[in-house]
T-cell receptor, first 115, second 115 residues
Framework: EPEVTQTPSHQVTQMGQEVILRCVPISNHLYFYWYRQILGQKVEFLVSFYNNEISEKSEIFDDQFSVERPDGSNFTLKIRSTKLEDSAMYFC?????????????FGAGTRLSVL | GDSVTQMEGPVTLSEEAFLTINCTYTATGYPSLFWYVQYPGEGLQLLLKATKADDKGSNKGFEATYRKETTSFHLEKGSVQVSDSAVYFCALRPLGGTSYGKLTFGQGTILTVHP
């Protein structure tokens, strides 16, 4: 069964460093999302991406964050200068063509630890 | 804004016990409601959904009924198994508007089932 793949499973970085979290969505999907979950808190929406542009973003998704679909298969989340409070589990999701209101398929997540 | 509240966890049960995980929501209009499950090391998987009031979603012995009058979507299972041990997330998706499928999640409930 097709699945969303995220790498790495755990990323450790120093505060102020740039990180790129990588996701390979399901191949025919057209809608892409990033969510995050700080330990002990709710899963929070960060951004949605469709037709090579951001379609919606949350207040969390400030100038330090960016997303890209560089080659038609990968979907990346970049954090330019990490802060301690960026430590969280980051989930990528993708949705099939037709409507953004289709089911979203999630990856297993990347745990980001900022030291 | 929209929000989802789940019962505090973790929940620990013996095999064959009855399970209820409470979920209530705040939203404008008539959102779609979901339960996602995350097994260890895996991504969030859709367990069941309901898109309008009084709809009952069901899958793998789990059920949840969309109750508009109480703004609730409680998850139930009559007889849990050890293999049901996982984290369960309640979520909503707004109806209409400019949302591109953004999901709003509760904080997740850890379920552990002992033999």
């Amino acid at each position: 069964e097709p699945e969303v793949t995220q790498t790495p499973s755990h990323q450790v970085t120093q505060m102020g460093q740039e990180v790129i979290l990588r996701c390979v969505p399901i191949s025919n999907h057209l809608y892409f999302y990033w969510y995050r979950q700080i330990l002990g808190q709710k899963v929070e929406f960060l951004v949605s991406f469709y037709n090579n542009e951001i379609s919606e973003k949350s207040e969390i998704f400030d100038d330090q964050f960016s997303v890209e679909r560089p080659d038609g298969s990968n979907f990346t989340l970049k954090i330019r200068s990490t802060k301690l409070e960026d430590s969280a589990m980051y989930f990528c999701a993708s949705g099939p063509p037709g409507t953004p209101k289709n089911i979203q398929y999630f990856g297993a997540g990347t745990r980001l630890s900022v030291l | 804004g929209d929000s989802v509240t789940q019962m505090e966890g973790p929940v620990t049960l013996s095999e064959e016990a009855f399970l209820t995980i409470n979920c209530t929501y705040t939203a404008t209009g008539y959102p779609s409601l979901f339960w996602y499950v995350q097994y260890p090391g895996e991504g969030l998987q859709l367990l069941l959904k309901a898109t309008k009031a009084d709809d009952k979603g069901s899958n793998k012995g789990f059920e949840a009924t969309y109750r508009k009058e109480t703004t609730s979507f409680h998850l139930e299972k009559g007889s849990v198994q050890v293999s049901d041990s996982a984290v369960y997330f309640c979520a909503l998706r707004p109806l209409g508007g400019t949302s591109y499928g953004k999901l709003t999640f509760g904080q997740g409930t850890i379920l552990t089932v002992h033999p």
